[in-house]
């Protein structure tokens, strides 16, 4: 059932990237932007009824494997734009920003949820830091793609092209600010998503650092994050902070992908280490 | 009584020097008091004035353009050789290029179609504007519309100060809490510091290396003065320099834009060179977060602007075409109505002096029976009027004037009665006009004949 739900939301998602793309192709008609925002806005909906049938159907378990995380970053990076649009009205980020979104989104539709033998107790208990970890990723992947935009653009006013992109892309003052501020309020999620999860860790595994490789990468990553935060602080900014935000993601991409392609090396995975925790409680 | 049709007598940046379109420039109470004397030689004739620093063009609807031209040749007796003269479909079509921008020194520039609508407003208020000359202005402000928003022709920037402009807001976005520096007193400095004001800067410097002039300046563009000599240290306050000094070599080194970035902690810097020869090393750009152009980078944009325009101009030249025939047709059209009018009244009053003596012979008829009768005549009217209704129309509408005249003339209409339509010569777009002319296209019958 939420499989059909989300199907519809990826085709929204879809139609919303088309249209966000046509506007950046041609910005004299406005409506394609406002059309854009409406479609990313019904999508954002049903892709939260999606979301809400999944919960109901597999006790928020799906959640827990990387095609439901995938699920939920998209989400909340939807929610997030959307809330962007509100404040900074830049409807040309929309076409960078949605159809990274749907190139994620495409694969979890194309597959069926599975629903790893996770108890409800740990479902209820890291809730919190699974969300916060994944709006985390999801306000880094939209700080990637606005810092995408940002080099594209200096690129332009360096190199003296003033053509279709400059004069299409938001300024570089613009994207920069955009980006500081996304990457700062993504730091704050990951922060959070750190000591949740280490307080999971202590509860579960009953250990608050095992070397889990996801522990190890994640907490590698926020230093990452908290030197470009520093490094921001310091005046940091511009060109060479557009490039670390991007590395910055890549990095993180990649350490995610890695740590999750190596079957049993980390207990991010499947029924999170469960059933190696339980029979020392279930034997007498 | 002899013809009115439009007629356009004007001198213009392409004919004329400013010298004399100076001196048959006119605004305000004048512009009326000539808009009047335009008419006072022949009554019910309509008068426009378009009077712009580049344009001075008097349109009238008369049976002569000889006011027209007297309006000229009373200003300055040597505007006669500058002159051209327009007249009905030459002149509507010159009309609505010229409120399409087509015709402007900066082809798609802005103002013009205000600057038409002003003209078009101090006439009507002078009483000069008539229906036709109300029609031909609506007409063309629809297509001058049309023209903005179907084609690209306003778009670009056609300054070097509106380039310098939109350069700075797109590497800064705003400039709130930030500053400029306008380095030396060349004129396309000051300009381009005028235009960046718009985009809220919190201060303005100025430097320059004679402190007399610099402080002229600065009290012109409401900047504060600063000696030339601390240069090194406003590189670092500054975050937009324009450069615009008489000075032959550079003035802003690589070297001291490096120095200035590692104190201004790598705050991107934008040096805009606008003299010639260049002020600014082009070695500056390759600093990280430096964005340096000179008056060739500049040049580049506007030359970009011009040339996109003159491809867009092409397609607006056939929009506003199809316009002013679709105009000048459907006057042709409207010329035609009298006759049908007239046709159609003389046919009704037969039709309703039969029915009341065939009434009156029955006699004792019941209210039924009357109106049965009534009914007849008046059917009898519509179905034998239905084809001439429909011809003489598309005869109208296709230019041939000879029809509508034939057919006063087979059914006993006085063509030279004072509502009768005039035969229309091609490219004429209008009978004359009047007061009457708007009433009677509301009148039931244009109504009736129309649907």
């Not at chain 1, 993180?252 to 392609?261: C, R």
């Not at chain 2, 003389?346 to 004792?364: F, V, Y």
Request: aromatic share 6%.
């Amino acid at each position: 059932m939420s499989i059909i739900v989300l199907r519809t939301a990826t085709i929204l998602y879809a139609l919303a990237a088309v249209l966000y793309v046509a506007y950046f192709a041609r910005p004299r008609h406005a409506r394609l932007a406002t059309a854009g925002f409406s479609a990313l806005a019904a999508a954002f909906v049903v892709h939260a009824v999606a979301i809400g049938a999944g919960c109901s159907e597999f006790g928020g378990k799906e959640f827990f494997t990387v095609r439901g995380g995938m699920i939920l970053a998209v989400w909340l990076a939807a929610g997030a734009y959307l809330v962007l649009h509100k404040l900074y009205r830049l409807p040309s980020v929309g076409a960078f920003v949605v159809p990274l979104a749907l190139v994620a989104l495409i694969p979890t539709a194309l597959t069926d949820p599975s629903h790893p033998d996770v108890p409800a107790e740990l479902v209820r208990n890291a809730a919190f830091h699974v969300t916060a970890a994944v709006l985390a990723v999801a306000l880094f992947g939209i700080a990637f793609g606005v810092a995408l935009m940002y080099l594209l653009q200096e690129r332009e006013v360096k190199g003296k092209r003033f053509g279709a992109l400059f004069s299409r892309l938001p300024s570089l003052g613009t994207l920069d600010r955009l980006n500081q501020r996304l990457v700062r309020a993504g730091f704050v999620a990951f922060t959070l998503a750190l000591l949740a999860g280490t307080l999971n860790a202590a509860a579960f595994w009953k250990s608050y650092w095992s070397w889990d490789p996801q522990q190890v990468s994640s907490l590698a990553i926020w230093a990452l994050y908290a030197t470009m935060v520093q490094l921001r602080h310091r005046g940091w900014h511009g060109r060479r902070y557009a490039v670390l935000t991007v590395v910055g993601f890549v990095v993180l991409a990649g350490a995610m992908g890695a740590v999750q392609s190596f079957p049993g090396a980390t207990r991010h995975t499947g029924d999170y280490g469960m059933r190696a925790a339980a029979p020392t409680e279930v034997l007498p | 009584m002899s013809e009115r049709e439009l007629f356009l007598v004007g001198l213009s940046h392409h004919s004329a020097p400013i010298e004399v379109r100076e001196r048959v420039a006119l605004s305000g109470d004048a512009l009326k008091a000539a808009l009047q004397e335009l008419v006072r030689a022949e009554a019910a004739s309509e008068a426009l004035v378009v009077s712009t620093c580049n344009r001075v063009e008097v349109l009238v609807h008369a049976a002569s353009d000889a006011a027209a031209r007297a309006f000229f040749t009373e200003r300055a007796a040597d505007a006669r050789a500058h002159l051209y003269a327009k007249r009905g479909v030459d002149a509507v079509r010159h009309f609505f290029r010229v409120a399409a921008s087509l015709d402007s020194m900066v082809v798609g520039e802005q103002q013009i179609l205000g600057q038409v609508k002003e003209a078009y407003g101090v006439a009507c208020a002078a009483g000069t504007a008539g229906a036709f000359l109300s029609r031909l202005c609506n007409h063309a402000f629809a297509t001058a519309k049309r023209v903005r928003t179907e084609t690209e022709i306003g778009r670009g920037i056609t300054s070097l100060s509106q380039v310098a402009v939109e350069l700075v807001e797109k590497i800064f976005g705003d400039l709130a809490g930030r500053a400029i520096l306008l380095a030396g007193a060349g004129k396309m400095g000051a300009l381009s510091a005028k235009a960046l004001a718009g985009l809220g800067a919190d201060r303005l410097l100025v430097a320059n290396r004679s402190p007399e002039r610099g402080l002229a300046l600065a009290a012109q563009v409401h900047g504060a003065f600063r000696a030339w000599e601390e240069l090194p240290r406003l590189l670092v306050e500054a975050d937009v320099i324009l450069v615009s000094t008489g000075a032959d070599r550079h003035v802003i080194t690589k070297e001291m834009v490096q120095a200035a970035m590692k104190a201004r902690r790598d705050r991107s810097m934008c040096l805009i060179d606008l003299s010639v020869p260049r002020n600014v090393d082009p070695a500056c750009a390759e600093v990280m977060d430096v964005y340096a152009y000179d008056v060739d980078d500049l040049e580049k944009v506007v030359a970009g602007t011009r040339e996109a325009r003159q491809e867009e101009a092409t397609r607006a030249e056939r929009l506003v075409e199809a316009d002013v025939l679709a105009f000048v047709q459907e006057r042709r059209a409207r010329a035609a109505l009298p006759v049908l009018g007239k046709l159609r009244r003389q046919a009704e009053q037969l039709a309703r002096a039969e029915a009341e003596r065939t009434l009156a012979q029955l006699g004792g008829l019941d209210e039924r029976g009357r109106r049965s009768v009534e009914a007849m005549a008046q059917a009898i009217v519509n179905k034998l009027l239905h084809a001439p209704t429909a011809r003489l129309k598309k005869a109208a509408a296709c230019g041939d004037a000879e029809l509508p005249a034939a057919a006063a003339q087979l059914c006993g209409i006085e063509p030279d009665a004072p509502d009768a339509a005039p035969a229309p010569a091609a490219g004429e777009p209008e009978r004359r006009a009047g007061p009457d002319d708007a009433s009677r296209a509301g009148s039931p019958d244009a109504a009736r004949l129309s649907s």
